[in-house]
Every structure is written in structure tokens, then in C-alpha cells.
């Protein structure tokens, strides 16, 4: 249609109204479904807030820990979603497509923008449309609101993201376990789990562990990330630490490459680290925060689509707050400046 990539909001409403109105994919029809996005996306959608320089959860400006559905700013990102609902921008029934409803209509041509991941995104859906020449997909940056702003947050994760493993009082076979825990750090376990099995999902050329066609170019016609996960567990998650050559491979299109490079622009100064809280803290955290979220989730959507007001945004925050949340933060205030005193 003769537009760039939106780089601002602004232009996120100019490009998503060119895909209601005009033909973008040349088949006489406009993009039934301008924008994408889960009910999951919805309750932490950074890819969005940040543009208005606040996070979707608990997060930092100047070491003072705030929570950002309760900000104004977010509120003005709330009229936003309302107004590009409204207007039919975003999917109307978005609330109600789960992982094979989004499948379907990426596949079918429906979507203009949507919310994906560089493997599990743009590598499954260029695979899955791989007949097809006219579909293409490109990673859109972080929106800001003024033109030429670096991104103020995006997606990041600290080195240790808090999945890991326990052993109970009920394993039956604690040292076994164990041996198996400490397996995958060894030369030969961290081979296993990022690559699977020697001469059949992976050989050594060169001495680098490359990846065979049977993940690569699978017969079975998998996207990479479904080929690889029979075989390995590095496209998704465990105790083991992530070979970089992984990744080398993982994002073989030029297209994940890209998308790789432009996610890394934000400069991702709010975000909270990786803090630690006391027994007791995460106990009284954990009991506060699920009525919180529970109840934040229901009136997200509630707000966007309409069936609740925003003028009566202030009874939300107000509501949250006696809920406990000022509790709640001084907890990861605590948290975050016993985190400070250790640097």
C-alpha cells in the first residue's frame, strides 16, 4: 500500500485503518481483522504501553517501584484500545481465539498485524505459507509516540528468568535426580539439550553442532520450533543454560534475523531485575497479587470493548489499591532495594 513500517502509534492507527479500508493483500478484499492480539496480550501488552513510557505490571523509574495499571498514562492507552475496537481495528473476538483460531486466521489471509515471536511467530507462519509467495511477514519496532524516540521498554529477560527445579519430599529417587539436573550442564548433557541427538537431529561439521534436515526441513512439514522440540528443548525452556548457536540456526530466515536486531533497540531502563523476596513477603505477594490480577485482567477488557465505562477508571484504581496493592509494592520496593544495597 505504499506505507512504512509504523513506527508510532500514530502511525499504527494509520496503517491499521489502511488494512480496513484498502486491499493490502491484492485479493479484492481489505484485512477482516486489522490487529491481532490473545486475551493474554491484552494483560501484559508492552509491545503497546510503552509507547506511554510505563510498564504493564510493576516496574522502575528512578529505583521507585510503580504499577502500571494504575498510572494515568495508562489509561490513555486504554482509550486507545477502545477507540481502535470501536472502530473495528482490533478483533472483535479476540478474547475468544485461543493458539488454533489464531493459526487459522493468520493462515487465511484475515490479519494485518499480530503478536508473535521470532520462532514461534515469523518461522511458523513462513512455513506454514510457504506455497503461498504473497505472504510475507517483517518485525515491526517498539511503537513510542514521538517520531525517532528510542523505545523505552521491550521484551527482556534476565539471565535467570525464574524457571528452574525442585526436588520434593516425594521423589523416590532424589540422587537420580539429581545426577540428571547436573547432566544437562555437562559438555555432553548441554549438546543434548540444545540439539538433541547426535546423527539425528543435529551433526558436527566443522566442529559446529549443525542442525539436520529433519529439524530443519522436516518431512513431516513441522515449522522448525515443532521439529526441533521432538528432539530438544532449547526453542523453549528448562534448567540448562541456551547455546548461542542455537539461536544461529534457530532464526534461519532473513526475516528472523531482522526481527532479532530491531526487538533489541529499547532501552528497557524500567524494568525491574530479577529481585528476591523473603518467605514471608512472597507469601503475602502471592495472596494480594492474585485477587489484583484476577480482577485487573476482567476490567482490561472490560474497558476496551466497551461494556465498562473509562470515566470510571478511577473507581478501577481505587479499587485495586484497597485490594492490598500498596502492600504489594513495598514489598518489591523492599526487594528491589535489598537488590540495590548488593551491587
Keep these: 500500500m505504499g506505507l512504512e513500517a509504523p513506527e508510532t502509534i500514530e ?11 484498502q486491499d493490502p493483500n491484492g485479493n479484492g478484499k481489505p484485512d477482516e481483522i486489522p490487529y491481532l492480539h490473545s486475551q493474554t496480550d491484552v494483560n501484559r501488552n508492552f509491545l503497546l504501553t510503552g509507547a506511554w513510557g510505563i510498564g504493564t505490571n510493576f516496574y522502575q523509574v528512578d529505583g521507585k517501584v510503580k504499577f502500571g495499571v494504575i498510572q494515568p498514562e495508562y489509561k490513555e492507552y486504554l482509550e486507545t484500545m477502545h477507540r481502535w475496537y470501536d472502530e473495528g481495528l482490533i478483533d472483535r473476538d479476540y478474547a475468544a481465539t485461543d493458539d488454533k483460531l489464531k493459526d487459522a486466521k493468520v493462515t487465511n489471509n484475515q490479519v494485518g498485524i499480530f ?16 506455497d503461498d509467495p504473497s505472504f510475507q511477514l517483517a518485525a515491526l519496532p517498539y511503537p513510542t ?3 525517532g524516540e528510542r523505545p523505552i521498554v521491550g521484551q527482556k529477560d534476565a539471565v535467570f528468568n525464574g524457571l528452574g527445579a525442585a526436588i520434593t519430599v516425594d521423589n523416590k529417587n532424589p540422587e537420580a535426580t539429581v545426577k540428571w539436573l547436573d547432566y544437562a550442564y555437562s559438555e555432553e ?8 541427538i547426535e ?3 543435529y551433526n558436527w561439521v ?4 549443525k542442525y539436520s534436515d529433519t529439524v530443519m526441513k522436516n518431512p513431516d512439514g513441522l515449522p522448525v520450533n515443532q521439529a526441533m522440540s521432538l528432539y530438544a528443548r532449547a526453542s523453549y525452556a528448562g534448567p540448562f543454560v541456551q547455546d548461542r548457536r542455537y539461536m544461529e540456526q534457530y532464526a534461519e530466515r532473513p526475516e528472523q534475523r531482522e526481527s532479532i536486531e530491531i526487538w533489541m533497540k529499547p532501552v528497557n531502563q524500567i524494568h525491574l531485575p530479577l529481585l528476591s523476596l523473603t518467605s514471608e513477603e512472597s507469601s503475602k505477594f502471592s495472596s494480594i497479587m492474585t485477587d489484583i490480577n ?5 476490567m482490561l477488557s472490560k474497558f476496551i470493548m466497551g461494556t465498562v465505562s473509562l470515566d470510571t477508571f478511577d473507581n478501577f484504581v481505587s479499587t485495586i489499591k484497597n485490594m492490598g496493592l500498596d502492600e504489594a509494592i513495598a514489598i518489591q520496593q523492599a526487594a528491589l532495594d535489598r537488590y540495590h544495597a548488593r551491587q
Design 199 to 201: 546423527g539425528e537431529s
Design 294 to 298: 484476577t480482577y485487573k485482567d476482567e
Design 145 to 147: 509516540r514521538v517520531k
Design 115 to 130: 503478536i508473535g515471536s521470532t520462532g514461534g511467530g515469523i518461522g511458523k507462519y513462513l512455513t506454514l505459507m510457504k
Design 11 to 21: 502511525e499504527w492507527e494509520t496503517v491499521l485503518r489502511a488494512f480496513k479500508e
Design 189 to 196: 548433557g548441554s549438546y543434548l539439550f540444545n540439539f538433541g
Design 206 to 209: 566443522d566442529g559446529y553442532p
